[in-house]
């Protein structure tokens, strides 16, 4: 699985993409600027940078593999770790790692990553088929004298300075015309369609006083009528604990049956993401709080991947 391709894709939408247990991709818009020294304009781009102490899981990369290579999220945590994995004996081995339409990384004296990203790629969509220009030179052309001037307009006859000003005169009177035209005709349109949206808004009067007219006689007694004086207290679960996540609701719910079947009576799924997965928890909780300390229970006894989606 080409890991660096997806990771590529998602610096062009995103402005930080996590890679589990190794790092995060993070990305800062520069505009665009002009190089003294080489003498070339560049247009707005996104620059990479690379953060090793952002290592948790946020889900977007995992997420992203499952709606592409059409695999469970569980797989894509897996691929993930094992690309990862390969990075890191790759840097051991050689204290050099490239990755494709990202950048490289390479280890310095005292083993911290040195990130150098790639110049070649554009992340920013709006500088989309922008390139760099190099400024060249300008070469101007020399100024003729003034008496030069006078002595080469005296050659030329005065008949085609008057000819000029009749073609002048008659275009003139010729636009004035059409301007006077075309005017006349968008006052007529703008009446034609003024009449007809007063035509419509009349039609619409008339039809709602019909429609108000039969909604005014009452069809149940008086008596009936009841009012609501108490407001049904709405708790909010903005926190859950996600077990796994699926493209279709029949796969979803079975997983909500295994869960319940488990011992996780309050075991649901969300509707579909923008990526197109439904999500699957083990539970909702009110604070941050109550859902991290039953995703501490769910690491140690359960599943050590679950993870805590704000919603």
């Not at 990130?115 to 500088?127: D, R």
């Not at 007809?196 to 009936?224: D, M, W, Y």
Request: with cysteine; hydrophobic share 40%.
């Amino acid at each position: 699985m080409n890991t660096e391709k997806h990771i590529s894709a998602l610096l062009y939408r995103y402005q930080c993409v996590i890679v589990p247990n190794f790092g995060a991709f993070l990305t800062e818009i520069k505009s665009s600027y002009y190089d003294e020294e080489i003498k070339t304009f560049f247009p707005p781009q996104k620059q990479i940078s690379f953060n090793v102490n952002i290592k948790n899981n946020d889900g977007l990369l995992a997420n992203h593999l499952v709606q592409e290579e059409g695999i469970s999220y569980a797989e894509a945590v897996e691929a993930i770790q094992t690309t990862v994995d390969n990075w890191k004996a790759e840097l051991n081995a050689y204290a050099y790692l490239q990755l494709m339409g990202i950048g490289s990384f390479k280890a310095n004296k005292e083993g911290s990553l040195v990130f150098t990203p790639i110049t070649v790629n554009n992340f920013l969509s709006t500088s989309f088929g922008l390139s760099s220009v190099v400024a060249s030179t300008v070469s101007r052309t020399p100024i003729i004298p003034l008496q030069e001037t006078v002595a080469i307009e005296a050659t030329k006859p005065k008949k085609s300075k008057y000819a000029f000003v009749k073609y002048a005169a008659v275009l003139t009177l010729f636009v004035s015309i059409s301007s006077v035209l075309v005017n006349n005709a968008y006052d007529a349109y703008i009446s034609d369609q003024t009449l007809a949206v007063e035509g419509n808004v009349q039609s619409q009067i008339q039809n709602r006083i019909q429609e108000a007219t039969f909604v005014i006689e009452p069809k149940i007694p008086a008596l009936t009528l009841t009012t609501r004086t108490e407001k049904e207290e709405v708790i909010v679960r903005p926190y859950h604990i996600v077990a796994s996540a699926f493209k279709s609701t029949e796969n979803a719910s079975k997983a909500v049956g295994q869960l319940k079947a488990k011992g996780f009576e309050e075991a649901s799924f969300l509707g579909k993401t923008r990526h197109g997965m439904y999500p699957v928890l083990y539970g909702s909780y009110q604070t941050a709080e109550e859902a991290r300390i039953e995703l501490n229970k769910i690491h140690r006894t359960v599943n050590k991947d679950a993870w805590i989606l704000v919603q």
